[in-house]
Every structure is written in structure tokens, then in C-alpha cells.
């Protein structure tokens, strides 16, 4: 598998422009968590899936930022409209529900987001 | 609500040397897992160890193990023999165990000299 892939890799926008993240987990997973990495605030989970459900969007920080995952291999993390304060790395990750319980995130590699 | 602290923002290690990073955090939880991650420049989270709380035996992968000391709530990674290619931010994190959620600590910056 070519693991969770991540696209674009860097996004240079203005402020007030509509931005689209998007997200292929690996084959098979059935759980999708959107991260934001900042250096003031970390790593943050932004919102997770279960089977494409959106389960809890809690860390979502605003009415700017939706997560959609309209099937199985394929997720999006819109923000509109995009201000500097969101620059960041967007990370995606996948996970499988095993009966361990010691289901392991997979990354993806990451997209960086700059909003002059 | 859990958290997970990293009290070192960086860290420096000569080549071939052993260097601990330490994490602690904060559960009310019986059961969870820990994680470290490593992430290079090239941003890429790596998983480089994970624990069972269930599980009193420190995991080990190759040069890098851990101290889980469940009681202390603490979970150092411990990297021997040190290479320029351990050089990256180290992540700790935890989740509970019928969760799915990763909290992270804040991340420790480790260097290798050669």
C-alpha cells in the first residue's frame, strides 16, 4: 500500500480564499483523524471518522473549518475563508479497529498551508 | 481530560551515545496505550515505539526502548547508540484504550552530534 497520501503537499493562499485539503487513508482502514501542527499549539486533533461517520469534530476550531468523507477512500478539510492564523501543517492519518485495541495511527505526510 | 507533558524542548546527544527523553501524563484511565513518534525534517510522523498499559514488560524495538513506570505515569524512550538519523522531534502520546484519539505532548527536539 502507498500508505495515507496527502494532497498538496504546500498551499500558498490569500487571506479571505477557500482552501481544500484532501486525503486518501490506506486501503482497508476504517477510522480517518484530520491534525493541525502549530508551533505554538502542537499537535491538535482536529475531527475524526468512523466508517466515514464523523464522530467527534470537538477540536474543530470554528464554523470556517468542515471535514467531509463522502466514501471509503477519500476525505476533505475546507476552510472558508482561510485566514493567516491558519497557517499550519494539516496532517491526515489512518487507522484499523483491532480487537488489540493497539490500532496504530498511520500519517500521511502532511500538508502545509501558508494564508498571506 | 488526559495530558501528556514533555518538560524537554530539546535535547542533544553525541553520536553513539544514549540519550532518554522523558514523558509523563495524566489519566484517570485503567487501560491505554503510549506512543512515541519521530518526526525528521521531512515532517513524516514515524511510530518508533508503542506500550501497553496492561503490559508491566518495557517494550524494545532494536535501539530504542522504554521506561513505563505505571504507577509514576511516566514513559521515557531511551535511544542507545545514537545515530545522525535519530536527529528529529520525538512526540510522546497517549490514547485511551477503547478510544481512538492520540493526544500528544508537546514534542522534544533531539540533536545528534557527531
Known amino acids: 500500500d502507498a500508505g495515507v497520501i496527502q494532497s498538496p503537499r504546500h498551499e500558498v493562499t490569500e487571506m479571505g480564499q477557500e482552501v481544500t485539503l484532501r486525503c486518501k487513508p490506506i486501503s482497508g482502514h476504517d477510522y480517518l483523524f484530520w491534525y493541525r501542527q502549530t508551533m505554538m499549539r502542537g499537535l491538535e486533533l482536529l475531527i475524526y471518522f468512523n466508517n466515514n461517520v464523523p464522530i467527534d469534530d470537538s477540536g474543530m476550531p470554528e464554523d470556517r473549518f468542515s471535514a467531509k468523507m463522502p466514501n471509503a477512500s477519500f476525505s476533505t478539510l475546507k476552510i472558508q475563508p482561510s485566514e493567516p492564523r491558519d497557517s499550519a501543517v494539516y496532517f491526515c492519518a489512518s487507522s484499523l479497529a483491532g480487537a488489540s485495541g493497539a490500532n496504530v495511527l498511520t500519517f500521511g505526510a502532511g500538508s502545509r498551508l501558508t494564508v498571506l | 481530560a488526559q495530558t501528556v507533558t514533555q518538560s524537554q524542548p530539546e535535547m542533544s546527544v553525541q553520536e553513539a551515545e544514549t540519550v532518554t527523553l522523558s514523558c509523563t501524563y495524566d489519566?484517570?484511565?485503567?487501560?491505554?496505550?503510549l506512543f512515541w513518534y519521530k518526526q525528521p525534517p521531512s515532517r513524516q510522523m514515524i511510530l518508533v515505539i508503542r506500550?501497553?498499559?496492561?503490559?508491566?514488560q518495557n517494550a524494545t524495538e532494536n535501539r530504542f526502548s522504554v521506561n513505563f513506570q505505571k504507577a509514576a505515569k511516566s514513559f521515557s524512550l531511551k535511544i542507545s547508540d545514537s545515530q545522525l538519523g535519530d536527529a528529529a522531534m520525538y512526540f510522546c502520546?497517549?490514547?485511551?484504550?477503547?478510544?481512538?484519539?492520540?493526544?500528544f505532548g508537546a514534542g522534544t527536539i533531539l540533536r545528534v552530534k557527531s
Open positions: 502520546a497517549y490514547r485511551r484504550g477503547y478510544g481512538n484519539k492520540l493526544v
Open positions: 489519566t484517570s484511565e485503567s487501560d491505554y496505550y
Open positions: 506500550q501497553e498499559a496492561y503490559k508491566q
